[in-house]
């Protein structure tokens, strides 16, 4: 448990190497959870992932793309169902979240912070 956490203001943020960045970044979230800290951002984010959400579908309507979801189970469950997704380009990610909308939530994970990188090789 993190009894402390000093934080770091821009200019001494900028004078820090990506590994400093890294252990400082991960122990702030840490920090800010045990804390008990609310998210930042997050009324902000759902005011504007409407609009965002219709500018990457027109953009894909006008780039004459398609979605296709192969399988869908989750209508059969009322419990969390989790996606598989191929990846082949750049707005994949968007894309996904356009066909999954609006339950669903995308989970990343540094490979630093998840082990996959100490498991590899």
Do not use: W
């Not at 990506?18 to 804390?35: A, G, I, S, T």
């Not at 965002?52 to 469950?77: F, Q």
């Not at 989790?82 to 989970?107: C, N, Q, S, W």
């Amino acid at each position: 448990m993190i009894d402390k956490f000093i934080k770091k203001n821009i200019f001494q943020r900028m004078k820090m190497s990506v590994p400093e960045l890294e252990v400082y970044y991960k122990d702030l979230r840490r920090y800010q959870f045990e804390q008990k800290q609310p998210l930042k951002g997050i009324q902000l984010r759902k005011f504007t992932i409407g609009a965002v959400a219709a500018l990457l579908k027109l953009d894909r309507i006008l780039s004459h793309e398609k979605l296709s979801l192969l399988k869908n189970e989750s209508t059969k469950t009322k419990r969390p169902v989790v996606f598989a997704a191929t990846h082949v380009g750049g707005l994949d990610v968007a894309r996904i979240y356009e066909l999954l909308r609006p339950k669903a939530y995308m989970l990343f994970g540094d490979c630093r912070e998840t082990g996959y990188l100490r498991n590899a090789g």
